[in-house]
T-cell receptor, first 113, second 115 residues
Framework: DAKTTQPPSMDCAEGRAANLPCNHS???????VYWYRQIHSQGPQYIIH???NNETNEMASLIITEDRKSSTLILPHATLRDTAVYYC??????????????FGGGTRVLVKP | IAGITQAPTSQILAAGRRMTLRCTQD?????MYWYRQDLGLGLRLIHY???????GKGEVPDGYSVSRANTDDFPLTLASAVPSQTSVYFC??????????????FGPGTRLTVL
């Protein structure tokens, strides 16, 4: 699995967009980019994933560069409840063989009032 | 509400004792996983199961065993607990059928302290 690099921490103002970068320069063609987050003392929560195209769901948007070597998770209007550690994970989607996730250090996001 | 349940929520255990952490899901997911998370660190995979009747080793399997007798349950056993197994344990499941992207759903965790 490709290794990812994320900043260890970042602050964001409540109501503003939070842009979380992730570098995955060794990503291969069949690897997806997944984002999870972990709110304090809870289990991780899936946010979004993508392969090549930009993706959006009710939680966030994922922007993947054309060369796929980096991506940005965007929380459009951050709230205090978005304070969490955000993990960027690159993984092959292996059908019928599970999808073992390798968690790095993540980015600790603090949303401030 | 559909999801994953784990028991116990927390446990203090004497070193050398045997302990089984329970995990049950009602989403009929075929794959299940056990992770541990040490203080301030990311999750590490202990064991996984792609389908009922099969299991596999993850990144840190030593000292742990699992079984998968049916789809819903995936217990994790510490045969003889040691202090280094003090951690928060998360169980997860995912649907690995062809149309799914394998996103994992996590339980609330079991906080285990081995003294």
């Amino acid at each position: 699995d490709a290794k990812t690099t994320q900043p260890p921490s970042m602050d964001c103002a409540e109501g503003r967009a939070a842009n979380l970068p992730c570098n995955h320069s060794t990503i291969s063609g069949n690897e997806y980019v997944y984002w999870y987050r972990q709110i304090h003392s809870q289990g991780p929560q899936y946010i979004i994933h993508g392969l090549k195209n930009n993706e959006t769901n009710e939680m966030a948007s994922l922007i993947i560069t054309e060369d796929r070597k980096s991506s940005t998770l965007i929380l459009p209007h951050a709230t205090l409840r978005d304070t969490a550690v955000y993990y960027c994970i690159v993984r092959v989607r292996v059908i019928a063989a599970g999808n073992k996730l390798t968690f790095g250090g993540g980015t600790r996001v603090l949303v401030k009032p | 509400i559909a999801g994953i349940t784990q028991a116990p929520t927390s446990q203090i255990l004497a070193a050398g004792r045997r302990m089984t952490l329970r995990c049950t899901q009602d989403m009929r997911h075929n794959a299940m996983y056990w992770y541990r998370q040490d203080l301030g660190l990311g999750l590490r995979l202990i064991h996984y199961s792609n389908t009922a009747g099969t299991t596999g080793k993850g990144e840190v399997p030593d000292g742990y065993s699992v079984s998968r007798a049916n789809t819903d349950d995936f217990p994790l056993t510490l045969a003889s607990a040691v202090p280094s197994q003090t951690s928060v344990y998360f169980c997860a499941s995912s649907d690995t059928s062809g149309g799914s992207y394998n996103e994992q759903f996590f339980g609330p965790g079991t906080r285990l302290t081995v003294l």
